[in-house]
């Protein structure tokens, strides 16, 4: 079939916190650590202005030469690492390429060791000074961001996570009161663990998943306490967090407990977190809520009904205010040349993009917004019934599971026309498919209210005795149970 799956349930949301490339860029722009103090401030020792100076150094080719055998990791090393290597993360001189001198570090020093006492012990002492400057509320944010970012990166001789490591980055990625990016950090680097584990032994896995797993009721937020305000505000950090606490939540809790469960509806029904975060929220509940999580499905079904209505009208409403927009700059004098593009508009001017560089339509809706929403309408019906027929919430239910499965496929289908067409005449149609009651509302059609009560042409007969009264929610198309 021409709907890629993978893509719909794999696309980024679009605040920057969330777009896979933007903790490196983070870290491409950071100081590093040194010495006892704020290590990472400190500037280079005269001599070694990027790490290429280090290695071509008689200090640092003396230094792992002796580790290399048998030698100690003395004092003598505990200096250099203190005063010569790690301001190397600091350092003006090696920022364009800062990731690379992480990796230098990391293999052509530590790595570099032969006698695994002296291994653990140089292992230790780095981690030890780079939590300290990743708690230091004192030091750059970036440094402290970089230095959490190097833990997450070391790994045993083997190149597999290094153990010790995990403790530091789940106690940072716990702590609701660190600053947000180096939890960001802490959490991408538990998620290295995480992606090692094949390569660990069974108590090694094992200590992982325990290790992570605590530090999920610290991501995956509780309930707001007015569930009705939705005037609050998340950053984009704390939405990171969440989503990546869904993202991880199934492979170590599964089935979620009540508490957890509990919170997932939560996010789903707060309409103060961005709807990307709800879908996935939504999702995880799908894939992990057995009969002991107490979830009560059919109220979640039909909260998830409502955010994928409001999600396309948001959409509809988004696209149309930019129109509006562009009408008035063309009235203003500020419009550019006509018909350059399929669905260019009065005041569109040339090469006008919308999101992530996509052209913008006639409708406002540009293709990278209505592959979002074909992905979010996807992952919703898969958390009522996914394609696997194990799971889903209509699982849970004691009746009516049809029809909720009936919803679930309805979701899937739209999501497919909408992936494979991504166009706003087909986001605008999928939102009247699913919310026929409000169509007429949408279009500014709704009749004021002294219009004579009597049906227009085309509208149904009101229901004689041989027809029952329609739902509410009922489709136009007589077909569907929603």
């Given at each position: 079939m021409m709907f890629d799956q993978q893509f719909l349930r794999g696309i980024p949301d679009q605040p920057a916190w969330r777009k896979p490339g933007f903790l490196l860029a983070v870290v491409l722009c950071?100081?590093?650590p040194a010495a006892p103090q704020p290590a990472l401030a400190q500037p280079p020792a005269a001599g070694f202005a990027t790490w290429k100076d280090v290695e071509l150094s008689p200090q640092f080719k003396e230094l792992?030469?002796?580790?290399?055998?048998?030698g100690p990791f003395n004092d003598t090393a505990r200096e250099l690492v203190v005063s010569v290597i790690l301001p190397q993360l600091g350092s003006a001189e090696n920022l364009p390429t800062l990731d690379d001198v992480r990796k230098k570090i990391r293999d052509r020093f530590l790595l570099a060791i032969g006698n695994e006492a002296s291994f653990t012990q140089a292992s230790s002492f780095i981690r030890d000074r780079l939590a300290e400057i990743a708690r230091d509320p004192q030091a750059d944010q970036l440094q402290r961001v970089n230095a959490m970012v190097f833990i997450g990166e070391?790994?045993?001789?083997?190149?597999?996570?290094?153990?010790?490591?995990?403790?530091?980055?789940?106690?940072?990625?716990?702590?609701p009161d660190l600053d947000p990016a180096v939890r960001i950090a802490a959490v991408a680097g538990m998620n290295n663990h995480l992606a090692g584990m094949t390569r660990m032994t069974a108590d090694q896995a094992a200590a992982v998943r325990t290790a992570v797993a605590a530090t999920l009721p610290a991501l995956v937020p509780p309930p707001a306490a007015d569930p009705q305000d939705t005037t609050a505000r998340h950053t984009p950090a704390?939405?990171?967090?969440?989503?990546?606490?869904?993202g991880m939540l199934p492979q170590l809790i599964n089935p979620v407990p009540p508490e957890l469960a509990t919170r997932l509806v939560a996010v789903i029904d707060d309409g103060s977190w961005p709807f990307d975060v709800r879908v996935r929220a939504a999702a995880v509940l799908g894939k992990t809520a057995g009969a002991e999580a107490g979830v009560n499905a059919p109220a979640v079904i039909a909260s998830i009904r409502g955010l994928a209505v409001a999600a396309l009208d948001a959409d509809r409403r988004e696209g149309k205010r930019l129109t509006e927009l562009?009408?008035?700059?063309?009235?203003?004098g500020g419009g550019g040349?006509?018909?350059?593009?399929?669905?260019?508009?009065?005041?569109m001017e040339p090469g006008m993009m919308g999101v992530d560089g996509d052209q913008v339509a006639d409708d406002g809706l540009s293709t990278a917004v209505c592959r979002r929403a074909a992905w979010r309408l996807y992952s919703l019906g898969e958390a009522i019934a996914p394609d696997a027929k194990t799971g889903g919430l209509a699982a849970l239910l004691e009746k009516d599971a049809d029809s909720a499965k009936q919803l679930a496929v309805f979701l899937k289908e739209i999501g497919e026309a909408l992936d494979a067409e991504p166009?706003?005449?087909v986001l605008l149609k999928a939102l009247d498919d699913l919310d026929p009651a409000g169509a007429k509302k949408r279009a500014g059609l709704a009749a004021p209210a002294d219009a004579p009560q009597q049906p227009a042409d085309g509208d149904p007969a009101p229901p004689g005795p041989d027809k029952?009264?329609?739902k509410p929610n009922d489709s136009p198309f007589g077909d569907s149970p929603f």
């Open positions: 950071v100081g590093g792992v030469a002796g580790l290399k055998g048998d070391m790994t045993d001789k083997g190149r597999v996570p290094w153990p010790p490591a995990l403790e530091t980055l789940a106690t940072a990625a716990g702590a704390a939405s990171w967090l969440a989503t990546r606490g869904f562009q009408s008035f700059k063309a009235g203003a040349p006509q018909g350059l593009m399929r669905g260019a508009r009065p005041g166009y706003g005449y029952p009264a329609p």
